[in-house]
């Protein structure tokens, strides 16, 4: 699967948008960029995927560049239980395969 | 989305002792499992890919007679620590494959997590 690169950490204040970045430059054709979150002490929450559209669900939005080598994944309105590790990670869709998760986006909402 | 649990949450158990945690797909079926283990501040590592009916595959590095997985059903993968020691203390972490009805791709949907403490 192809590497993916985030920022360590991101800050962002209750109401607002944010905004989480994410370079996958040797993403393959068969391969769909997954977003997930971890909330300390807790599983990782599935939180959208996209192949080259931007897609939006109940939770966020994600956008792909035309190129597909990155994208942003958008929560329209942070809330302080935002508060956590956002994983981006690319991923072929179909048929067995693992998931492997590198260090993440620290996102802080504060008041 | 699909309900994965673990049980137990929490665990303490003295070195040298088993411990069995418990994943369970609630409302859907699922004939691959995954074991991750997670370290404090440290990303997720899978430490195996258990397939229902047959033998794991552990990734390099994870020793499969310390680290036991069986995947007797459609709904339930354990995974057994056994003769635990200090260093085994970390947060355990299963999931589990569905092919999504609306999008037709796979998505993995994760347990709560087990804390494994050894003394």
């Known amino acids: 699967d192809a590497k993916t690169t985030q920022p360590t950490s991101m800050d962002c204040a209750e109401g607002r948008a944010a905004n989480l970045p994410c370079n996958h430059s040797?993403?393959?054709?068969?391969?769909?960029v997954y977003w997930y979150r971890q909330i300390h002490s807790q599983g990782p929450q599935y939180i959208i995927h996209?192949?080259?559209n931007n897609e939006t669900n109940e939770m966020a939005s994600l956008i792909i560049t035309e190129d597909r080598k990155s994208s942003t994944l958008i929560l329209p309105h942070a809330t302080l239980r935002d508060t956590a590790v956002y994983y981006c990670?690319?991923?072929?869709?179909?048929?067995?395969?693992?998931?492997?998760f590198g260090k993440g986006t620290m996102l802080l909402v504060s008041p | 989305g699909a309900v994965v649990s673990q049980h137990p949450s929490r665990v303490i158990c003295k070195s040298g002792t088993s411990v069995k945690i418990e994943c369970r797909s609630l409302?859907?079926?699922?004939?691959?499992m995954f074991w991750y283990r997670q370290f404090p501040k440290k990303s997720l590592m899978l430490m195996a890919t258990?397939?229902?009916?047959?033998?794991?595959?552990?990734e390099q590095g994870v020793e499969k007679d310390k680290f036991l997985i069986n995947h007797a059903s459609l709904t339930l993968s354990t995974l057994t620590v056994t003769s635990a020691h200090p260093e085994d203390s970390s947060f355990y972490i299963c999931?589990?494959?569905?092919?999504?009805?609306?999008?037709?791709?796979?998505?993995?949907?994760f347990g709560p997590g087990t804390r494994l403490t050894v003394l």
């Open positions: 040797t993403i393959s054709g068969n391969e769909y």
């Open positions: 999931s589990a494959d569905l092919i999504s009805r609306t999008s037709g791709v796979n998505e993995q949907f």
């Open positions: 990670i690319a991923r072929r869709a179909s048929g067995y395969s693992t998931l492997t």
């Open positions: 409302d859907f079926q699922a004939t691959t």
């Open positions: 996209g192949l080259k």
């Open positions: 258990s397939n229902e009916g047959s033998k794991a595959t552990y």
